[in-house]
């Protein structure tokens, strides 16, 4: 295991290139399952999340190799339909799998998908899209067997806009028999890219991006060429650690559009963006404003996977603020490190009131999940002395080089040898 090391109290500064989305790259890696042949896809960040998908690939009898600038997998001898129980709980998007094998194979047999400890994170609207669409659905166990004779296109409405599971039942139903109506879908960008990937491949989609998704089944997809979209996340939080450091950077290979609840906030607490094309230019002129409430919410609302660093941003306002996290029920764990070091907040439920500003001082602090390190790295960075933020596993899931990116910003950030000591067993990375 490996730690951070930052010596905060450095603004950002310089330009620098935003990753590829991870949250589009792996479903879209999954989905190469679809079709026999040589897929190619640009821009895929070099994560762990991506690296457990590419090995699941393989499992399934895939050849996967990584060049500078894409991956290509050859998914011809996908013959295997069990996934290693090693290989599921190494990530949450192994559950990405269930769709593509069944519409490729008929079959497949999982474990319990793994991923950050953020919530229960059911997968019950997955299994039930999945069984809407004729699968036989049988739960052993710790065991889930899947198989189905003909997939037949139906009208289905989630529960709740879950992503994965509209991921899931969009790419079961492109290969069903006739037409399959998805009421209630997600709607987040990396849907979008999912939907442009597969009907690059021959499927008829539409409506990803809206609360309902048409997939005309097709008999056949072919391999895929494809560049991956900026990861929205990746930009915010850079974007949250040029405004905590008080910084002036400029992001290049972001889309505005995909960020727009994320930008609203940053505007009202007096960030200040200048956009040029896919540029923006990042910088804080003032104190930054309180905000009276921010709530998580599936997209176009603000996302869960930016609350954790601007819950750092708000203990740096100048007044109260209150958040709510409204999509995983034990998303708030990085408060209690986040008042080792210096911030006043107040937790009821799934509720924070943040009294700032605060002067954030160095602390020994170990993230719990992927966002949670990005927001402790974040306080960090603009705390006075020296952090160390443990954990850093759980941000190299997400985050391509975190800390080289930080440092060609001008940021104190040095990755260690941890002590056995602070090892967390509390989840799977
Ligand atoms: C790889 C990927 O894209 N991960 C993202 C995806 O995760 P993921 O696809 O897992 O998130 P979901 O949208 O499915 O989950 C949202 C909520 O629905 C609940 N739920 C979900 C499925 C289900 O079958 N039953 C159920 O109850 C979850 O417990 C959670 O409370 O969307 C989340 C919400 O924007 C983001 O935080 C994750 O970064
Ligand atoms: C929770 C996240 O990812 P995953 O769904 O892969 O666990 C995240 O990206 O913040």
Not at 102 to 120: N, T
Request: some cysteine; aromatic content about 4%.
């Amino acid at each position: 295991m490996e730690k951070f090391v930052i010596e905060g109290g450095k603004p950002l500064s310089g330009s620098i290139r935003v990753q590829g989305a991870k949250n589009a790259a792996l479903p879209i890696l999954a989905a190469t399952v679809l079709s026999e042949g040589v897929h190619r896809i640009y821009d895929v960040p070099d994560l762990t999340d991506v690296r457990a998908m590419c090995q699941i690939l393989v499992a399934l009898g895939a050849k996967v190799i990584r060049f500078p600038d894409h991956i290509e997998v050859d998914t011809t001898y996908i013959v295997h339909s069990h996934i290693p129980d090693d290989l599921m709980r190494k990530i949450r998007s192994s559950i990405f799998l269930l769709g593509p094998m069944l519409a490729r194979l008929h079959q497949v047999s999982v474990s319990k998908p793994g991923g950050c400890a953020i919530g229960q994170r059911p997968i019950d609207i997955h299994l039930k899209g999945l069984e809407a669409l004729g699968a036989q659905i049988e739960e052993q166990s710790e065991m889930i067997h899947c198989h189905v004779d003909r997939l037949i296109g139906t009208k289905i409405k989630l529960e709740f806009p879950s992503v994965g599971a509209t991921e899931n039942v969009m790419m079961a139903a492109v290969l069903a028999e006739g037409t399959t109506v998805i009421h209630n879908s997600a709607r987040e960008p990396e849907i979008m890219d999912l939907q442009a990937v597969l009907n690059k491949m021959g499927a008829r989609i539409h409506g990803a991006g809206t609360s309902t998704i048409y997939v005309e089944g097709v008999d056949q997809l072919n391999p895929v060429e494809h560049c991956i979209i900026p990861d929205r996340i990746v930009a915010g939080t850079l974007m949250a650690a040029v405004g905590a450091t008080q910084g002036e950077v400029t992001l290049e290979n972001v889309n505005r559009y995909h960020l727009a609840s994320v930008i609203d906030i940053l505007t009202d607490m007096g960030v200040k963006l200048d956009w040029e094309e896919d540029r923006v230019r990042v910088w804080t002129e003032q104190k930054l404003r309180p905000i009276h409430m921010i709530a998580t919410e599936p997209f176009p609302g603000f996302p869960t996977d930016m609350q954790p660093q601007m819950l750092v941003l708000l203990t740096l306002a100048d007044g109260t603020s209150q958040l709510a996290e409204k999509i995983f029920e034990s998303r708030l764990k990085h408060v209690d490190e986040l008042i080792k070091m210096g911030a006043k907040i107040k937790v009821d439920g799934c509720k924070a009131c943040i009294d700032g500003p605060s002067e954030l001082t160095g602390a020994h602090v170990a993230a719990t999940d992927l966002r949670a390190g990005a927001a402790l790295v974040i306080a960090g960075l603009c705390a006075k002395g020296t952090t160390v933020v443990e954990g850093v596993p759980y941000i190299d899931r997400g985050y391509d080089c975190f800390d080289e990116v930080i440092k060609s910003l001008g940021g104190q950030i040095y990755r260690k040898q941890t002590s056995p000591s602070f090892i967390s067993n509390s989840s799977t990375v």
